[in-house]
């Protein structure tokens, strides 16, 4: 069994269950016990508060967990970093009141700064020398301005309209964080090899969520041209249509490039194009 720490409420939460649903583990999420067991991968899913998770899993109760690379960074627990999961991208910053006049890092000096991450932010101040005082809370952090507590606050921005809200302009990012998948240092042979096996059906699934199915339709005359614009896994697969010298190519583009693959083909002469999602990519 594979004990899996998720985060038990906020945003992180739907996408961690999304995630492990998708890798074929099939669990409750009515969040009433604090361990859901999971069929179709001999995991339980332990649902936990996020600062926790590094603590559980440094201490084997979870052998493997999903939290924020800030979490992890700020708990300077003993844990693996075994993947990033892309999702929950955000960026630590500190941010000052609006109408404060800033010209560097250097204005924060002397300054009371409030946060519920004082690890990483004593540890950016200490490299550039920087002696500000250091409030540590463990929520609404940005309203500390606002009530006289602190003149700055250092604290997780994703949109922005936090601090849009509060009348405070972000200064300086600390660090940028997302969604990582952490785990126990010394997993036992079993757990390792269920591990393994969990990364590669993530790997599956990330592939697939960042590829679409393609397929065309090409005069015959087009079909070098239009191979040369497809990467494809291996090569693209091509099939003659009931129409004399047409045939029907089948592809993979990734999201990245897509528009533009798209409009190169058009313009070498592909028709009726279709474009679908592909929903698991074994390599
Ligand atoms: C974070 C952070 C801000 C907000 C910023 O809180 O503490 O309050 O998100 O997001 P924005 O830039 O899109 O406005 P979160 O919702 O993650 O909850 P938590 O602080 O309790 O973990
Ligand atoms: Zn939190």
New binding site residues.
Partial sequence: MLNIAIQKK???SEDSIKLLRDCGLRFSSSGKGLISPSSGFPANIYYLR?DDIPEYVQDGIADVGIV?LNVVEEGQNNVVISRNLGF?K?RLSIAIPRDMNYDGIQDLAGKDIAT?YPVILSKYLKKYGIDSGIHTIS????IAPGIGLAEGIC???????????NGLKEVEVIMKSEAVMISNPTLDLEKQSLLEKLLFRLNAVHQASTSKYILLNAPNDKIDAIIDILPGMKSPSILPLAEDGWSSIHSVVSEDDFWEVIDQLKENGAESLLVVPIEKMVL
């Fill in positions: 906020g945003r992180m996020d924020g929950s955000c519920s929520g609404s952090v940005e604290d997780l921005v994703s949109t922005g309209s936090t601090l849009l809200s």
